[in-house]
């Protein structure tokens, strides 16, 4: 129910507007322009109704003192006895939305204010719609860059580009219904990770901002982070199903403002760097740009001095078994896999393992996974690539592998797996594919 405080020191005519407003709306009162700013302040009220004259703070100035201390166009209506019209032009000039003379009729009243707050709505909805994401109902790229450039040029705090990971395999895996789901819980997400005096936007797809105000300390950023790729994982399985294997996640570079500068534009391609860091040395993190950082994500070597480079590419204390790597780094081996395959039509083939726990285990399907994984890496060949897609599942590359042999490896990967003690309490099943 929409809320309008009542001003009006003739205490009849108070009583009077009260009695007819009550009727449809929540009303609260005031006897004084003083009281009405304190009443104001406590009840955040739709609409003004104001007398004009009044001692102490004049109706006039009651709405200049509003409008100035808020900083915003308040809905304001007066009330006035006076026939001159010059007092009705002065309140228009001032910003009124309408006037209306005394004695009043209850039913012109009642229609007259809510001819103005439907306007008030009809206009708070265009300027919600200027400003927010239609899809999250965070703010939008514009509105989020112009509030969060008047922070970093006056506050402090910490600015923040927030990706989230592998969202495009959702849309291509699951369709864009879907897509939209994770969108709209990843937005929650973030809501809940920040404060109400942070900023938070989408800058477009799955690209976010925010600015969290007086933060100073990196263990901050770090913990929001966790949250955010806990949480997210956890309302995909529970979206998309257990067995979902995207590595969804966020992907977060930082910057201190003011530390290092307070220009939006400048805070933003650092933060953004520090995000490309993030990215590419495997996702679901963080990252804060220093400006006197060095990139060490590379090792200056002479130019032309292939050896040096060589040596510095190869594999060091090369560990016995299969090549086990994170899931964005296995995706760049095989999407190099496919496009030597497409040129020179290689056999490679692919093997999916999944443990399942039964009824009667006692030990939790990590430890289990863990064992399995151990087994796996064993099992395998060096020239071999593994990598763990779920908490059960694990997927591995097998070069210049025939389709005839694939069951000789699933076979010894069985009776390896065999001799572990998880293996009574979880069983295993296998795919297999052939890269195309």
Known sequence: MKKILIVDDEKIALMMANHILSSAYDTVCASSGEEALKVFKREKPDLVLSDLRMPGISGYELQKRLQS????????????????????????????????????????????????????DKIQGLKKAAVMDPMTGLLNKASSESEIADLCRSGQGVLMMIDLDSFKLVNDLYGHAMGDKILLQFAEILRAV??????????????FIAFCQNVQEEIVIE??????????????????????TIPLGASVGCVFVPNEGTDFAALYKKADKALYSVKKNGKHGFKF?????????????????????????????????????????????????????????????????????????????????????????????????????AKNQFIVILPETEASNISVVISRVQENWKKEDASAMFSLTSETDIMR
């Open 194 to 207: 920040v404060r109400p005096i942070d900023i938070i936007g989408r800058m477009g797809g799955d690209e």
């Open 223 to 244: 913990k929001k982070v966790r949250f955010i790729n806990k949480y997210i994982m956890e309302a995909a399985h529970e979206f998309m199903g257990e067995d979902m």
């Open 69 to 120: 201390e808020y900083e915003e166009q308040i809905p304001f209506m007066f009330m006035t006895a006076d026939t001159d019209e010059e007092t009705e032009s002065k309140g228009f000039e001032n910003g009124a939305l309408d006037f209306i003379r005394k004695p009043f009729r209850a039913d012109v009243l009642l229609q007259r204010v809510g001819n103005i707050l439907k306007t008030v």
């Open 289 to 389: 740009y220093k400006e006197d950082s060095k990139e060490k994500n590379f090792q200056e070597i002479p130019e032309s001095d292939i050896s040096n480079t060589i040596q510095i590419l190869n594999e060091r204390n090369k560990a016995r078994g299969a090549f086990i790597l994170p899931f964005e780094q296995f995706r760049t081996v095989y999407q190099f896999l496919a496009r030597l395959n497409a040129n020179y039509q290689k056999e490679v083939s692919l093997l999916l393992f999944s443990i399942k726990e039964l009824e009667h285990a006692v030990i939790p399907v990590e430890e289990a996974s863990d064992q399995f994984q151990e087994v796996l890496k064993n099992s395998m060949r060096q020239s071999d690539t593994i990598t763990k897609t």
